[in-house]
């Protein structure tokens, strides 16, 4: 057996690295409590229900105690309609990323035509390009092209085009697309081909052995890459204030407008409420793989 | 046409990558086109382009302004090349910081068994699932003069009765590069993970078999095998670190300026988009040849990224 | 292998989606707990107030006892029904109410700007939903509404770049007509150099650039901008990272205009400005108060609302205006070319400029208040916030630093020349 597997530096590092990378995690969730409105300096947790008496004097009312900061935030309208363009733009623009992602790295792993080399190049420019290049780029685009279409249509009004949800979207899934397709074609270079053969032996057409013998084959290799165009776009900043308009801020964008300026306990009570929902998401699968392995 | 579509191969494959081509085209190509032509233009005095053919936005950045303090026609003003410089250094030592710190997590996970692997990899996802400016922020309230990292040693010493003063960690370089490792470890760790996973088990029973004590089989069969992650890891860290600019934004008080802020500053507060556009061009040039440099000595690494 | 990670996603999809169906139904809550301002100071003091931070009491209405100014006694336009915001405050009623058939309204404003009762009763009264995008620097709007492609019906630009602005034929005018409000204004924030006869802005809150400093550690208290040179600030202070302000500041130590477009003088004003920087801990555009509160640094360069906040935090730390004098500026509200709810635009104006409504101002976001109609407001009915305002000589500028300050304007050509000198400078450490 390989004698590094339990080499006690080993784990000790890696306990250490572990802790680096939720140091700044416990202290985002420890200051949701935070008995401050400035949140600079952690002044303790939040301890009674009702009036809170404020280091610097004020009185704060706080009906629902430690959660004070959670309870603002669901009163929130615009962190919940940030948090909801964000899903939304992440959703949709993974989809649609992750199946045109699979299909390119099936067409440039499996055949040759004539635009392979363009290609290939092509998808390789979002992973290099400084991001606010490719914002204002995609930015002056689109406002030409809305002004041509709006002139030449007479639109005005509430029919103009404009940026939006969908602009964002649009951008999200053009930054998305390389990377889904390198992780997709990775999975495809050590494919084995023989059970394609089989299916096509047996009568099935293209499309059929893809659906039922490709794909599901492919299928650790696109989710991989789809949870990466997910990250991906649930994170973005530059480009999407770029692109985006009237009512579509994501939460990214919102947050960072929000830090800039007054710096609130809501945001860490955000993070955590994020924090714990992901961690949920992670417990319920270790869970059903357990009762699957018992089952 | 379905029938040709079935039987020529080449036209199956363009069908494939159109929705693609698309987009690329579309919303990639044309926009950086749109750069180029703008970096070769010139500023007009509201912050518009002209556009027209001039070299003097390269020629800039080179260092050859051609307004000289001394009055001179040409003289070499070194600041845009100490901006790159410094950017590079900075993306380097984040690279092999982080290098260096994720190679132990990621063995450790391949190592574990399948059960336990999803858990630990999912551990190390969730912080960047949380929002990245967030992340830069926490960092402040963990570096600032009267943060958690002071907070904390402070009451060491004041429990061993040691005087002390907190230390200034916050609005220095120091805490950029901190504030670059930590947002970037991630992009390091899942590649080199991958690499590592593929390793067959076989290939260290024979080692053993051979003879060879845990350090040469580290050098002689783990480090050769998991290189492909490395690489892989290595530019998905070391080419937005030469991009990033909110990091040094807000953990280096402002004044830690990097070719991302320049590029940044140039678009927003200068209004210069001819300048900004070549700054652009030139970090993408160049993290190109870089990449493609490196990754022609050691292989690009496809094979392993995630999945 | 396959299997679970399909399940997985499929359950990461319906967490999320029951979040994001909990965030639509939850964002209606109405509970009238307490409205958390950052800057609140206590709605108390004089008789009939109308914002009760509690629950809806019955309060009597306010737009019947406002202090007797310009506003007309309310019509009974909107059937007198009493509308709360989601916080409790009671919504004085529009006055005059105008007749809107818009449903949105697009605004393109600074982060934490508005008042949010303002814009929920806007909305409740109105019957009109506000889409609110921000940006948190004048150059981010400029780069956004000069690209075009935006549906934005109202912005907020600062005064240097409106002139830019109107040149590039970004901005409409206003119909004088349609807005009564008009005349609520202080004449001293109106007519100004940047837009004379305000036919493309109208005041929204004014501001001033001046020395803050914490008087328990600095002694004796700085009292021009060439004191902040004085080697015993090294590391302490904290700077605008405005290149327009910084260096305009030291052009004026050095007798020369903070707008020059000469060469020459701009070179002597960076080699001076370099001997400032080790004296600057960090350069903050965006919470300058933070590092103060927080005594990372013990005095600097920072704007009235952030300065009012760190006092308010800390009353140890002062604001003074130089000798040289100060930078004043002022935002503004704007109409972008290509705006589409006209009458929506006029209706939001109106209404928020009320004595009665744009007195919050006073009370979330201390700025200078170009509104005399809500001072006077104020001085009736809030008083223990109006006293706050008008004993603060942050929001109170004394007249004579009035005068002697100065303002940024566009320098056109020049300003790549301003930019290099602040990259070189800062790039230096």
């Known amino acids: 057996m390989n004698p590094n597997k339990r080499a006690p530096h080993v784990i000790l590092l890696t306990i250490l690295v ?107 420019i979002p992973i290099v390009i400084p991001e606010i290049v490719m914002g204002i780029g995609i930015l002056t685009l689109f406002s030409q092209i809305f002004s041509y279409l709006n002139n030449s249509f007479g639109l005005s009004g509430d029919g103009r085009l ?23 074609r990775a999975r495809l270079q050590g494919f084995d081909q023989s059970f394609e053969e089989a299916a096509m032996d047996l009568g099935a057409n293209e499309v059929v052995t893809f659906w039922r013998v490709t794909l599901p084959m492919l299928l650790p290799g696109v989710l991989s890459g789809a949870l990466m165009a997910f990250t991906l776009s649930l994170d973005d900043f530059v480009i999407t204030f770029f692109t985006n308009g009237p009512g579509s801020t994501t939460l990214p964008i919102y947050v960072y407008g929000l830090l800039r300026r007054i710096i609130t306990p809501q945001v860490n009570a955000l993070s955590t409420v994020w924090i714990l929902v992901i961690f949920l998401a992670v417990f319920l699968l270790q869970w059903l793989q357990n009762r699957e392995v018992r089952s | 046409m379905l029938r040709k579509l079935r039987e020529n191969k080449s036209f199956q494959g363009i069908l494939l990558i159109s929705p693609t081509l698309l987009f690329m085209i579309g919303l990639l190509i044309l926009p950086l086109i749109l750069t180029t032509i703008i970096s070769f233009g010139s500023r007009n005095s509201d912050g518009g382009v002209i556009y027209s053919f001039t070299l003097d936005n390269y020629i800039r950045l080179a260092g050859f302004s051609t307004s000289c303090d001394n009055g001179a026609t040409s003289c070499f003003d070194p600041l845009y090349a100490q901006i790159l410089w410094r950017s590079l250094a900075l993306a380097l030592e984040t690279t092999i910081i982080v290098i260096i710190l994720a190679y132990p997590l990621s063995y450790f996970i391949a190592r574990a068994s399948a059960k336990r692997r999803n858990t630990f990899l999912f551990l190390v996802l969730v912080p960047l699932w949380t929002n990245f400016v967030i992340r830069v922020y926490a960092w402040m309230m963990i570096l600032r003069t009267e943060g958690v990292l002071n907070g904390v040693i402070g009451a060491v010493f004041g429990f061993l009765h040691i005087p002390f003063t907190p230390l200034n960690m916050l609005y220095t370089p120091g805490a ?10 991630p992009f390091m ?66 004044q830690v300026i990097l070719v991302g802020n320049l590029i940044q500053r140039q678009f927003l507060d200068a209004r210069d988009p001819t300048f900004g556009s070549a700054a652009a061009l030139i970090l993408m040039v160049m993290t190109l040849v870089v990449t493609y440099f490196y990754t022609r000595k050691f292989g690009f690494g496809e094979e392993i990224v995630i999945g | 292998m396959k299997k679970r990670l399909f399940l997985w996603k499929g359950l990461a999809a319906l967490v999320v989606l029951s979040l994001m169906l909990t965030a639509c139904g939850g964002g209606s809550a109405t509970t009238p707990a307490t409205s958390n301002q950052p800057s609140t100071a206590p709605a108390g003091g004089g008789a009939p107030t109308a ?29 007198g029904v009493k509308v709360t915001a989601a916080s409790g405050f ?263 400029l009320q004595g009665d409504v744009f007195w919050l101002m006073l009370r979330d976001f201390p700025y200078i208040n170009p509104d005399q109609a809500a001072l006077d407001y104020a001085k009736t009915n809030q008083q223990d916030l109006y006293n706050k305002y008008m004993g603060s000589n942050i929001t109170n500028v004394p007249p004579d630093a009035f005068k002697n300050g100065h303002r940024i304007t566009d320098v056109g050509d020049a300003l790549p020349l301003y930019d290099k000198i602040w990259t070189e400078v800062k790039g230096s450490k």
């Open chain 1, 18 to 124: 572990y802790f680096f990378l939720y140091a700044p995690i416990f202290v985002l969730v420890t200051y949701s409590f935070n008995a401050s409105k400035t949140n600079i300096v952690f002044t303790g947790v939040i301890t009674q229900f009702g009036d809170l008496k404020l280091v610097d004097g004020n009185v704060m009312q706080s009906p629902c105690g430690p959660f004070h900061w959670f309870c603002e935030l669901g009163k929130n309208q615009e962190v919940m309609n940030a948090a909801k363009n964000t899903l939304v733009i992440a959703f949709i623009s993974t989809f649609s990323a992750t199946v045109i992602g699979t299909l390119a790295a099936l067409a440039l792993q499996r055949y040759n035509f004539k635009l392979k080399t363009f290609s290939e190049v092509a998808l390789y």
């Open chain 1, 162 to 184: 404009g940026l939006g949800l969908t602009t964002v979207i649009l951008s999200h899934i053009t930054f998305s697309i390389p990377f889904v397709t390198l992780v997709v």
């Open chain 2, 176 to 185: 950029v590069l901190v504030g670059m490792v930590y947002e970037f470890l």
């Open chain 2, 189 to 254: 760790i899942l590649p080199i993970f991958t690499s590592l996973e593929k390793i067959d088990n076989s290939l260290y029973e024979a080692a053993a078999d051979l003879g060879a004590n845990s350090i040469r089989t580290f050098l002689r069969v783990t480090l050769p095998l998991s290189m492909p992650g490395v690489v892989a890891g290595t530019i998905l860290v070391f080419i937005p670190v030469m991009g990033t600019f909110i990091v040094s934004d807000i953990l280096g008080g402002r």
């Open chain 3, 51 to 79: 914002t009760t931070v509690k629950a809806a009491t019955a309060v009597p209405p306010t737009a019947a006892s406002a202090g007797g100014t310009t506003n007309v006694p309310p019509t009974a336009s909107s059937g």
């Open chain 3, 90 to 352: 009671l919504c004085p009623q529009p006055n005059p109410k105008l007749n809107v058939t818009s449903k949105e309204l697009n605004l393109f404003v600074w982060t934490e700007y508005i008042p949010q009762d303002m814009l929920d009763c806007f909305e409740k009264v109105y019957n009109i939903k506000v889409n609110r995008d921000e940006y948190s620097s004048n150059e981010e709007m400029y780069a956004k509404i000069s690209a075009g492609g935006t549906n934005y019906d109202l912005v907020q630009p600062t005064d240097y770049i409106v002139s830019l602005m109107i040149r590039q034929n970004l901005l409409q005018k206003f119909d004088q007509t349609k807005l009564p409000a008009l005349k609520n204004y202080n004449p001293t924030y109106m007519n100004l150099p940047f837009d004379p006869g305000n036919q493309y802005t109208i005041p929204y809150q004014a501001g001033v650039d001046a020395i803050v400093y914490n008087e328990k550690k600095v002694n004796p208290p700085p009292t021009s901008w060439e004191d902040l040179w004085k080697p015993e600030y090294a590391g302490r202070m904290v700077f605008l990272d405005d290149s327009r302000v910084t260096i305009g500041m030291t052009l004026l130590t050095l007798g020369f205009d903070p707008n020059t477009k000469d060469p020459a003088q701009l070179d002597q004003a960076k080699a001076k400005l370099a001997k400032l920087i080790p004296n600057i801990k960090l350069f903050d555009s965006d919470s300058p108060k933070t590092a103060l509160i927080a005594g990372d640094v013990d005095l600097g360069l920072t704007w009235t609302g952030e300065a009012f906040l760190a006092q308010q935090a800390n009353p140890a730390i002062k604001f003074v205006y130089p000798k040289e004098g100060a930078m004043l500026w002022q935002d503004n509200w704007a109409i972008p070319t290509g705006a589409s709810h006209t009458d929506a635009i006029y209706a939001w104006l109106n209404y928020s």
